[in-house]
Every structure is written in C-alpha cells, then in structure tokens.
C-alpha cells in the first residue's frame, strides 16, 4: 500500500491509501478470476455453436464415436464365447464391420440427396416395408402352426423377427421405422395448416400407421413403441393439438394390452398355452420377486444389475467382464448397456449417454434451424426415433423401464439395423448442410471438385422470403362486377370497367 497527500475542499492536506500496481506475474483476485473464466468459458461455448457448420460436425462426432464405441463393445462381448464355439474370436466383430462399411456408404450416398429425392422415396420404401413384413408375420404363422421353429419358401426363411432372403439377413421392422419417417414427414408436410380437422390426420396417415403398428407389434412389441415414439415426435413436430396426443395415449395403451394379450396365442417368441412372457415383464417390473425367487423371467434383469454393480464407478477393464461368459443372456445385443456398465463403470455409461445428448441436441437443433417443413419434420422424427429407443433400451436395462427387447442404437449387434440408423443419420447430414446459415457458408467459400465429388455437393441456396401477399377484400352483399362507382351508378350486369387511359397527363399520373 503506497501515502500520497490529496488537498482537500477547505484547503487542507490529507493523506489516502492506494494499492501498489499489479504486476504481470501477480495472480488476479479469485473472485474476478471465476466470473471472467466463466464468463469467458460461455462466450467461447456460444461462439462455436454459432458458427454455420456446427449442426453437421456435431453430428458427424457424436454419431461417428458411438459407432467405435460399439464396435469395441460387440468385439468385447462376443469374444470369448466366439471362441469357445468356433475357436475366432473376431467372428461377431467382422460381420458387425462389414455392416459398418455398408452403413457408412449408405451414409455418404444419403447426405448427397436433396430432400425431392426423399420425399419421392417415401412412399416405395413404405410399400417395400409392408411387404416384407407381411411376408414374414405369414412365414411365422405358418411356422407355428407347423409346430417349427422357422419357415421356408425358396430362398426365402423367416425366423421371429429376422427374414433371410439368400442368405442375408434382414430386419423389416427396422426399414419400416425409416421409411415412415420419410412417408409421414411428406404426409404431413403436405397438408400443412389442414391438420387441424381430425379428418384430414384420419386419411391416410392414421390407417397406415395402424397396420404397421400391427405388423410390428405381432412379432416385436419394443419395435412397436418405438415406432409410436417416433409417430409422437413427428406430430409434436407439426403442431398438432393435445387433444390429438391424448387420443393417441388411450389408444396406444389399448393396443399394447391386446398385443401383450395375444402373447399367450403364440404372438413373437410366446407360445399357446405357455405362460405370457410379456405379462411376466411386465409384473416382474412393478412387483420384482427376490433375488433368491427370481426364476427364469427375471433371470436377465437380476444378471444385468449384477453386471452393472460389479462394475463400480470406473469398471473392471475392457474386455475382463464375468457376466458375458454365459451369464448373462443377450450380452451383445439387448443388455450390452450392461457389460458397457461392468467393464468401463459409471465413467463409461456417462460418455455414452452424453453422446447420445450430443445427437440429440444436434437433431433438434437441425429441425429447429432448416426452413423446409419436410426437413424439420423428417429430422424431428428421426431424432425422436435414435433417442427414444435409446431411453427405452437403457431404461430396461438399469430396472427403470420394463424390458422389451429393443437394442441400443450404434452400440448393440445387428446389421440391418446399423445400415438404416447410419442411413438416417446420413439424411440428418444432409439437412443439417442445408441450413440457411451452412448453406451460404459453403457457397461462400466452395471446397474444390473432387471433395465435393467424394463427399457432398453443394447445398441449396436457402430462396428469398417471399413477401406476404395482402389480405384478400372482403366480400360484402353485393358481388365485384355490380360495385357502385363514385357517382352512385351500378355498373350494368355484364360490362366490365374499362381500362383506357383517359383524361389529361396530370389525371393519368394520378
């Protein structure tokens, strides 16, 4: 502290304390230094989500690390019993790889399709989907009034919810999920303001919707809800009255009650006269028996809490899990989240999960940002779809959800269903290039020809605002061709007013 005299009012001499200068190596306040680290810290966060490709990089990040991460986790979960059944440890990582280069080539050829191309698409892919969903609910009947496990016809086999067609595996429900978001975005985007007459949602999305959720719902009623999710989320996107959701509520109970009724008729993997396994789910959940009672029903959701107990906050290791050595069933598909819980902790589970934030933020943020109606709507939609299975798969897994089977998207095994979501994701990239903001920023600085030949050509430029067309006049008692003129005389019935320029220049440029 340094005394320096000051003169006071009255002519006086008083001394007042000031605090020496700060030299550069001095440490700044705490207090101050907080604020402006936080505050630097935000401005800094605000500027890079600002920026016009932030949307696309987000995008391709988040979903690009799930897909390592369930890459390592497949390989992780399937190893050793792969192993032990056919001496290849990487048997289940190498078909999951080969459907991760099919799905990243329907990536790349997704982003570089203009929305035209999907809204035309929608409604053969839907058609498609139907089809082989009839196919395979007809096989699986016929199965099981065979008493077989599987039916063929050809080439053609169907086993549960799997259809093998030459000897490549398929899964209808998962393009049936796709193709009605490119459908219903189309349907939607297309009536525009007439969706506030229950007529006009009646026909023809609800039917549509009805029969998928019945072609679906017969054989894999996780499936089922997730379609109804992403239905919710595309309505939700389009503004639809609550009024219409509540509906939606009532009859969405009633169909799951008749389809975890049927069940115990032989309906997905149950059979006549055995107990309802879906029932048992659903009990085992709102009243889970003990664990020394815990029979068959509830012998995956005892194993999987085990699983994720043993694994603590940090886990185990990659790759040391006990649980997958044939404890604890569907390892690598439905209960993955778990062995993802054992071997990498509370750490790991946190990074999926914020990845999968990541991806939904990023959807949001893409359906809030494109100003095309079928854009928002296909990318609300899809959105809704990724991250409400993923909602109901962990959910299932930690004991919040009742267990229904679904996977967990980028992480669990399965092919077809690798293809589709990248595919998706694909299309999420694309509108996500097609934002206003991204869209003047490539053609701003365009990268050169070959990169737009490999990867995306340039988005379109967004179209000037078209100003707003004036209210139309309002039609009074007396139609237009009889209106008074200034002198009060009706114009005759059948003689239009002519436009001749008469009169003086002055009256002319009045």
């Not at 991760?100 to 035209?116: D, E, N, S």
Request: charged share 15%.
């Amino acid at each position: 502290m340094q005394a320096r005299p000051r003169r006071t009012p009255g002519g006086g001499r008083t001394t007042e304390t000031t605090a020496p200068p700060r030299g550069p190596d001095d440490p700044a306040p705490p207090t101050a230094l907080r604020g402006l680290d936080a505050a630097g810290g935000l401005a800094a966060l605000r500027g890079l989500l600002d920026r016009p490709l932030t949307s696309y990089y987000l995008l391709l990040s988040s979903a690009g690390l799930l897909l390592v991460i369930g890459l390592t986790m497949v390989f992780s979960a399937t190893s050793v019993k792969d192993y032990a059944e056919g001496g290849n440890a990487s048997a289940s990582l190498a078909k999951q790889a080969i459907f991760a280069v099919i799905g990243v080539v329907a990536f790349w050829a997704c982003q570089r399709l203009p929305a035209t191309t999907y809204r035309s698409l929608g409604r053969p892919l839907l058609l498609i989907a139907v089809g082989l969903l009839l196919v395979l609910n007809l096989l699986v009947a016929w199965a099981r009034l065979a008493g077989a496990e599987s039916a063929r016809i050809g080439p053609i086999e169907a086993y549960l919810n799997w259809l093998y067609i030459g000897g490549i595996q398929l899964q209808p429900a998962e393009l049936a999920k796709f193709a009605l978001v490119l459908w219903g975005a189309h349907v939607i985007a297309r009536k525009g303001a007439a969706l506030g007459w229950w007529r006009e949602l009646a026909t023809p999305l609800f039917p549509v919707v009805g029969l998928l959720f019945v072609l679906v719902g017969f054989n894999d009623l996780g499936t089922m809800i997730c379609l109804l999710a992403l239905l919710i989320g595309l309505l939700w996107a389009a503004g639809v009255r609550m009024r219409v959701f509540g509906a939606l509520s009532v009859a969405g109970l009633v169909g799951i009650g008749l389809l975890v009724a049927v069940a115990s008729l032989g309906a997905g993997s149950g059979e006549q006269g055995a107990e309802n396994y879906r029932l048992a789910r659903l009990t085992n959940f709102l009243n889970p028996p003990p664990p020394d009672e815990c029979g068959d029903p509830c012998w995956q959701i005892y194993q999987g809490r085990l699983a994720i107990e043993h694994g603590g906050w940090f886990g185990v290791g990659l790759g040391k899990s006990s649980l997958k050595w044939n404890w604890l069933p569907e390892a690598h598909n439905d209960f993955i989240f778990a062995i993802v819980a054992e071997e990498l902790g509370v750490v790991g589970c946190a990074v999926v999960l914020s990845l999968f934030a990541v991806l939904a933020y990023t959807g949001l943020r893409i359906a809030r940002r494109v100003d095309d109606p079928f854009r928002r709507l296909a990318a609300a939609a899809v959105t809704t779809w990724l991250v409400g299975q993923a909602v109901i798969n962990v959910g299932g897994v930690v004991g919040l959800l009742p267990l229904t089977g679904v996977p967990l998207p980028f992480i669990s095994d399965g092919g077809s269903a690798l293809v589709v979501i990248l595919a998706a994701v694909g299309m999420l990239a694309s509108f996500a290039r097609a934002e206003p903001d991204a869209a003047r920023a490539l053609h701003a600085r365009p990268p050169a020809r070959w990169v737009r030949l490999l990867w995306a050509p340039l988005p379109p430029l967004p179209g000037r605002r078209r100003r707003p067309a004036p209210p139309p006049v309002a039609r009074g008692p007396v139609p237009r061709s009889r209106e008074r003129r200034k002198d009060e005389q009706a114009v005759p019935r059948g003689v239009r007013q002519t436009r001749a320029r008469g009169g003086a220049a002055n009256e002319r440029r009045r």
